[in-house]
């Protein structure tokens, strides 16, 4: 019946159309599918290990920070951690493989489980990148921020060549020995007042946030 209505072009145009309309809805299930995929992976690796050193320490604790800058570029932190001594500017990377760089290379290796080699951005530029521009944002020293790449165990990052007080990348079934190494430091301590209301402000700047309220007042 189907070849009475519709010649044998039209049919095989119909097809394709066909295929084509189930291959893109497949490949934007999947893209979806990732992206939640890596959203779980990043609430069960990283968010549990943070919190616990925050709440292990006392320490104040935001997630999940875009904060905007005077050139309207967006800076995206996943935690900040107000220490006693330091602001720690957190982010979580997923890699998977091994990871090998030094803090002069603009690009970094990561060989994966099948020896397959893909470049990837050197996460302690980003870090330094990220902290000069978060510095000229608040009006704070540089050397108030400690940049952290959180990596988790699936990541082998035995052979980096880091030599950095500032900026680190760590596995992270090392990130609380870290924070107690810096906090550690024969510096004197962040002024609590002063401290809590920079927290605030970060809190104040935090686009997330502003965005949440918003979407609080219209329901």
């Known amino acids: ?4 209505v519709f010649g044998v072009k ?7 159309a066909v295929v084509l309309v189930l291959f893109a809805l497949v490949n934007i299930f999947l893209f979806f599918r990732k992206k939640i995929l890596q959203r779980f992976a990043l609430l069960r ?8 050193t925050a709440v292990y320490y006392d320490y104040y604790l935001i ?10 570029e967006s800076l995206f932190i996943d935690h900040m951690l107000f220490g006693n001594k330091y602001i720690y500017v957190i982010n979580d990377y997923l890699f998977k493989g091994v990871l090998t760089g030094n803090a002069q290379d603009s690009k970094w290796i990561l060989k994966d ?6 470049m990837v951005d050197s996460p302690l530029l980003k870090n330094k990148k990220l902290v000069e521009k978060l ?7 540089h050397a108030t ?6 990596v988790s165990k699936d990541t082998k990052i035995t052979d980096l060549e880091v030599n950095d007080s500032s900026n680190f990348v760590i596995d992270t079934r090392d990130f609380m020995k870290l924070i107690l190494k810096i906090e550690s430091r024969d510096i004197a301590p962040l002024n609590p007042e002063d401290l809590l209301k920079r927290v605030h402000e970060f809190d104040e700047l935090n686009l997330r946030k502003k965005r949440g309220r918003k979407r609080s007042k219209n329901r």
């Open 63 to 72: 997630n999940k920070l875009e904060i905007q800058l005077v050139s309207n």
């Open 10 to 16: 039209e049919y095989v145009i119909l097809a394709l």
């Open 45 to 52: 690796y990283f968010y549990p290990v943070v919190r616990k």
């Open 113 to 118: 489980k099948k020896g397959q080699e893909i």
């Open 135 to 141: 510095s000229l944002r608040t009006s704070l020293d």
């Open 145 to 150: 921020f400690i940049a952290i790449t959180l």
């Open 1 to 4: 019946m189907l070849f009475a």
